[in-house]
């Protein structure tokens, strides 16, 4: 169990904090909204991680979303090895970027897709692409939702930036903004008013399938449609970022619980993580004609050394090849009955707080009466409430996304062991949460 000592992590931490802003690699690791020293993780297995002071955690991260499968999955390590002990980067075409782009078009709505190393390098492309496509330089994005750290994006986002608090970000000069239009979440009349005024200079709406990165806020019923349709209307384009929910929320991505069924799909797409298994690897994708367009096929220029690396891409098609129909039936079984456990506790010590969902993913918002629909919403949760029950979980060995801005992420590794574990640890988290 967690919580005994953490020396050989604040050792660590000390050593990082001296070659590295902050002491991390990614902002919301340094634990900055919740007090505490961040955990330097040693090994995973299945829904388990070990830090290096030998602490056990169930882990409810999964490296924000790519685990889809738990950690070091034997199939996943295997098929790794094999293409490590094949080489590790050719700079050329190699068959398993094909296999895997097969399988991303197989099972999304992207007619094509490019390979890229992060989920900040597809939305970054996407954005260049529908430019590029309609010749036209705005872009709607909605507050609250995350698309990597691309400059263009970063207007009242998610994620570490909330997290921390920042409005936006030094580095990114005004110009770079001035086409970005910024919209509330969830209001179709404010995408039509934008439109109204700007529609003949807007490229594209941008958005999150399925808002991830303010909590866990669903589109409302028709939202991400109404979208498709505005966006038709005025020429432009809709990009849907599915880098999180993708492989996901469902098997397709969250498409498959909206566009799928309603009979519209996004003209771009971005996925990472999951598709990933764990190394730099995303994508981005659409219809035929607009992906056409890119460089050598058209004129819009993209590239990258280690795109479609051999490893990465070996690691990811193993991943979705394992993502089996049932598999996402028992995920979904298991979020449910993690998001049971959580509310049952939360509501017998008397915190006050809404479950939000999207197929197999969740957030809870801490300290609301009501569903959370934008991103003005999502900001007025408790935070010292999420702060002092992650804290306590932590110290019963449970490893939660340090920050009440994130989505918990389960995997198909977790089993009656992990779940028990979180049910053990629960009543006393939610009492510090009662109590701050
Ligand atoms: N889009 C979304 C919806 C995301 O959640 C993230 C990362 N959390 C990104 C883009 C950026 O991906 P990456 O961190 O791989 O650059």
């Not at 056990?56 to 490590?84: C, E, K, N, T």
Request: net charge negative.
């Amino acid at each position: 169990m967690g919580g005994v000592s953490t020396e050989r992590s604040a050792a660590l931490f000390d050593r990082a904090r001296r070659v590295s802003p902050g002491g991390v690699n990614s902002p919301v690791r340094a634990f900055k909204a919740v007090g505490g020293t961040p955990r330097f993780m040693e090994q995973g297995e299945g829904a388990w991680l070990t830090d290096v002071d030998g602490n056990r955690y169930v882990d409810f991260v999964g490296s924000w979303g790519p685990m889809l499968l738990g950690h070091a999955h034997p199939a996943v390590i295997d098929a790794v090895q094999q293409a490590v002990s094949r080489g590790t980067s050719f700079g050329t075409p190699a068959e398993p970027e094909v296999r895997l782009a097969e399988a991303i078009v197989d099972r999304t709505s992207a007619e094509e897709v490019r390979l890229v190393s992060s989920g900040t390098e597809a939305t970054m492309s996407a954005l260049r692409l529908a430019r590029g496509f309609t010749g036209r330089d705005r872009v709607v994005k909605f507050a609250g939702c995350y698309h990597g750290h691309v400059d263009a994006l970063l207007a009242e986002a998610g994620s570490g930036i909330v997290t921390l608090g920042i409005p936006g970000t030094p580095g990114v000069p005004a110009h770079v903004t001035a086409d970005t239009i910024v919209l509330p979440y969830n209001d179709v009349a404010a995408v039509e008013a934008a439109f109204a005024e700007y529609g003949q200079d807007i490229a594209c709406i941008i958005t999150e399938a399925a808002p991830g990165n303010m909590g866990l806020v669903p589109p409302l019923p028709g939202f991400n449609a109404a979208l498709s349709r505005i966006a038709h209307e005025h020429g432009a384009l809709l990009i849907s970022d599915e880098v999180m929910t993708g492989f996901r929320a469902a098997r397709s991505g969250h498409w498959e619980l909206d566009g799928k069924v309603e009979g519209w799909a996004p003209d771009l797409v971005t996925f990472g993580k999951v598709m990933g298994g764990g190394f730099p690897a995303a994508a981005f994708g659409g219809r035929r004609e607009i992906m056409e367009q890119l460089a050598p096929a058209g004129p819009v220029y993209q590239a990258g050394t280690l795109s479609g690396n051999p490893v990465a891409t070996t690691a990811g098609l193993t991943t979705l090849e394992l993502a089996t129909p049932e598999l996402y039936e028992n995920l979904l079984a298991t979020s449910h009955e993690v998001r049971r456990l959580v509310s049952d506790a939360l509501t017998a010590a008397g915190v006050t707080h809404q479950i939000q969902a999207a197929g197999t993913m969740f957030s809870v918002m801490w300290g609301v009466e009501d569903a959370v629909t934008d991103f003005a919403g999502a900001q007025r949760q408790d935070t010292a409430a999420f702060a002092a029950f992650f804290t306590s979980m932590l110290d019963q060995g449970v490893y939660l996304p340090p920050s009440a801005f994130e989505t918990w992420f389960v995997s198909a590794a977790h089993d009656e062991e992990a779940l028990s574990t979180l049910a053990a640890a629960l009543p006393t988290a939610a009492a510090a949460a009662a109590r701050a």
